[in-house]
Nanobody, 124 residues
Framework: QVQLVESGGGLVQTGGSLRLSCAAS????????MGWFRQAPGKEREFVAA????????YYADPVKGRFTISRDNAKNTLYLQMNSLRPEDTAVYYC?????????????????WGQGTQVTVSS
């Protein structure tokens, strides 16, 4: 399995931007489809975005379309999530995850490896 470590979270005002990173180690990063999920207090973990093994194929949840951009750099074994126009409802712990499935999936159960998460807080 691949080991994942997120970074880049923090506190930002409404309308601001953050870029999350997810560093991967272990088995070949480029063999995995990658995704971002988030979990707010008292809520279930929800899908945010996914990307194909080499890009540029991407897939987004409706609440983040047009504001968030997922990307990857396989040479650096790193996944990114650029978040713009942030809103208080984007406040959550954000997780990156790796899937060996041969298709896009927004189901957390179909991801094999997870990072520890990074907190994003958007103040109003």
């Amino acid at each position: 399995q691949v080991q994942l470590v997120e970074s880049g979270g923090g506190l930002v005002q409404t309308g601001g931007s953050l870029r999350l990173s997810c560093a991967a180690s272990g088995r070949t990063f480029s063999t995995y489809r990658m995704g971002w999920f988030r979990q707010a207090p008292g809520k279930e973990r929800e899908f945010v975005a996914a990307i194909s093994r080499t890009g540029p194929g991407t897939y987004y949840a409706d609440p983040v379309k047009g504001r968030f951009t997922i990307s990857r750099d396989n040479a650096k074994n790193t996944l990114y999530l650029q978040m713009n126009s942030l809103r208080p409802e984007d406040t959550a712990v954000y997780y990156c995850a790796a899937s060996s499935r041969p298709y896009y999936t927004g189901r957390s159960s179909e991801y094999d490896s997870w990072g520890q998460g990074t907190q994003v807080t958007v103040s109003s």
